[in-house]
């Protein structure tokens, strides 16, 4: 064999050799990834038929689920089963082990079609048992040594069998019977959020319109490797702001797409979001004054980062004196603006971002605080007199005002209501004046003047006769 035919053949040998270990990593790389397998609680409780939108509610959901079924046909790795509730059963019997594994789990490129038929066929008939559907899921999936398993619940009412769903979804997390259940919410009041956040993460979906979309990202969320963790950044850029609400719009069309409270993990870490990453977002971070960001575009299947810039410190209000009944009042605004940021009650704090704010408290008279500083994570107290009580006795209805009297001139505070014979007016202390004319005495020289002054927490008597 001549040198050139020696040095191909090696070459070949050494090629066969890096194909064959590209394949055999290959296959370790499909053996790697998981087999995803949803199964879907599907409500077809009595109540199913009542009317939404553009008919009743199972036959929205019908529509719905049918075309979103056909959407998941293609997606690899993943297998479906479906559960339904209140099928079998008539209400009037109240049947609360009513609950059936109608399809079991299965590749979704072939099951896809069996569990869009069976949802097709449904006839709601009975109550909601929800708490042993999820028990009775534990059978539903079988043993499997590669596989996550999820739970997407579909349903518009809430527990009938006095089960408890929180309880019951804890437990069989904690035995990694299946991973945080997805709580679909239709036609839902959205007061039962609550009731459903312990059990799992709840969607609410408020008509026929968004069903759709909630169901996308339910997927992309259980599916995608898409994840996202917004930095709320202090004055020093660090990300230790949090436990405030934020949402995110389509950029696009300007709808609500999430609403989520910011929260630092168990680690110390902004915690780990999932979003659509197909759509580009405006956030709205809702601090005082709120935060916003726009187009924000997001990389599929990666881990993204969102920095947002909002230090903040807190403002506490405080009364200084004894205790009162009346606590005011006071409107926050941007230093040198005329909007109302907020309406900050005494005995309160609240936290606002870093800069100067105007303060308008709302005692009698007004108290005006101007470029009032908040600092990054400190706390600027105020505090103001508590008010004292003047109580006007009136023989009759009349018109007056109240002044404030420093001894140089009087200001206007308030008038009185010519309604009320007894009449309460909180006021600061100092020393006021009251002019007053009763209503059926038509002389200006008939005007009573009373001299008064205030202490806080004290009442005063002032008899108008």
């Given at each position: 064999?001549?040198?050139?035919?020696?040095?191909?053949?090696?070459?070949?040998?050494?090629?066969?050799?890096?194909?064959?270990?590209?394949?055999?990593?290959?296959?370790?790389?499909?053996?790697?990834?998981?087999?995803?397998?949803?199964?879907?609680?599907?409500?077809?409780?009595?109540?199913?038929?009542?009317?939404?939108?553009?008919?009743?509610?199972?036959?929205?959901?019908?529509?719905?689920?049918?075309?979103?079924?056909?959407?998941?046909?293609?997606?690899?790795?993943?297998?479906?089963?479906?559960?339904?509730?209140g099928h079998t059963t008539n209400f009037k019997a109240r049947n609360c082990k009513d609950s059936k594994l109608e399809v079991p789990f299965a590749p979704v490129k072939t099951n896809y079609l069996n569990v869009k038929q069976r949802i097709l066929k449904l006839n709601p008939e009975g109550t909601t048992p929800i708490a042993y559907s999820l028990g009775e899921c534990t059978a539903d999936f079988t043993p499997c040594s590669n596989c996550r398993n999820i739970v997407i619940l579909i349903t518009d009412g809430i527990e009938e069998c006095g089960g408890n769903p929180c309880e019951v979804s804890i437990q069989l997390q904690k035995k990694g019977i299946f991973l945080r259940p997805f709580v679909i919410g239709v036609?839902?009041?959205?007061?039962?959020?609550?009731?459903?956040?312990?059990?799992?993460?709840?969607?609410?979906?408020?008509?026929?319109?968004?069903?759709?979309?909630?169901?996308?990202?339910?997927?992309?969320?259980?599916?995608?490797?898409?994840?996202?963790?917004?930095?709320?950044?202090?004055?020093?850029?660090?990300?230790?702001?949090?436990?405030?609400?934020?949402?995110?719009?389509?950029?696009?069309?300007?709808?609500?797409?999430?609403?989520?409270?910011?929260?630092?993990?168990?680690?110390?870490?902004?915690?780990?979001?999932?979003?659509?990453?197909?759509?580009?977002y405006n956030l709205t971070v809702h601090t005082i004054p709120p935060v916003e960001k726009n187009n924000i575009t997001i990389t599929r299947g990666k881990h993204n980062v969102i920095p947002v810039d909002a230090p903040q410190g807190y403002l506490k209000l405080e009364l200084d004196g004894p205790l009162s009944k009346y606590y005011p009042t006071t409107v926050i605004r941007k230093s040198g603006e005329m909007k109302t940021l907020n309406v900050h009650e005494f005995g309160k704090t609240e936290k606002y971002i870093v800069g100067k704010y105007d303060l308008e408290i709302l005692t009698l008279p007004r108290i005006k605080l101007n470029a009032v500083e908040i600092k990054q994570s400190s706390t600027n107290t105020i505090k103001v007199p508590t008010s004292g009580t003047a109580y006007i006795s009136k023989i009759g209805s009349g018109f007056g005002s109240i002044y404030l009297d420093d001894g140089k001139q009087v200001t206007w505070v308030c008038n009185l209501n010519n309604s009320l014979q007894n009449e309460i007016i909180y006021l600061q202390p100092g020393n006021y004046k009251m002019e007053f004319r009763f209503e059926t005495t038509k002389e200006t020289t008939k005007t009573i003047e009373r001299k008064f002054a205030i202490t806080s927490g004290i009442t005063t008597n002032l008899k108008l006769n």
């Open positions: 064999m001549n040198l050139e035919l020696r040095i191909k053949n090696f070459g070949l040998r050494n090629h066969i050799k890096v194909l064959c270990l590209s394949f055999f990593l290959s296959i370790l790389t499909l053996k790697a990834q998981p087999t995803n397998r949803i199964l879907f609680i599907f409500d077809d409780s009595y109540s199913m038929w009542a009317p939404w939108n553009s008919n009743v509610k199972i036959e929205v959901a019908k529509k719905v689920m049918s075309k979103f079924l056909d959407s998941l046909k293609n997606l690899p790795n993943l297998e479906i089963a479906l559960r339904c509730y036609g839902l009041d959205v007061k039962f959020a609550d009731v459903f956040g312990c059990m799992g993460k709840f969607y609410d979906v408020s008509n026929e319109a968004n069903f759709e979309d909630v169901l996308k990202l339910v997927i992309t969320e259980a599916l995608s490797q898409t994840t996202v963790e917004v930095d709320l950044l202090d004055i020093t850029k660090k990300p230790t702001e949090t436990d405030v609400n934020m949402t995110f719009y389509d950029a696009n069309n300007k709808t609500i797409k999430y609403n989520y409270l910011h929260t630092i993990n168990h680690r110390g870490n902004p915690d780990t979001l999932v979003l659509d990453p197909d759509l580009t």
